[in-house]
């Protein structure tokens, strides 16, 4: 079965790699899709972050994962390559809510398609990205939350932490 994962992935954490590496172990091919734009305020490029996505795969031994962008709405991209099945991560009530309304939403437009949802590891649970980059703004250690490449990339966004203050 071919599924497809998207998201802003800005930056991408170690919660989303804890899906992908779940969705290795179930679906035959997996396309992690980046959008390109989001209402969200985005710190990476789509570019930087399709970059980031395929390094972070690599750093992680992550392999079988197709990494694409796309600037549409999901289920006209799904349409467009003909998938059926999304999957999210899922890791409290706020995300049920915002992926409830979505599901909704994304069944309405098209009613052939459909999400499965995934938790990420207890460890994984708490990390969002918008709050990574909150503490990689003020400097904080983001070690645990993030590999190596969006470390690096998150500290010369924001400047490490002796540059903060």
Known sequence: MRI??????????????????????IFSEIEVAVVKRSFKSLCFSVEERVGLLRESLSETGLSRIEVSQFDSLLVEYMNKKNYHTFIRGLRANSDFEYEFQMQLMNRRLAPGITGLYLMPSEDKMYLSSTLVKEIAKYGGDISTMVTTCVRKSLEEQFGSAEGNG
């Not at 800005?10 to 989303?16: A, N």
């Open 4 to 25: 497809i994962y998207p998201g802003t992935f800005d930056p991408l954490t170690l919660g989303h790699l804890d899906i992908i590496r779940r969705a290795v172990n």
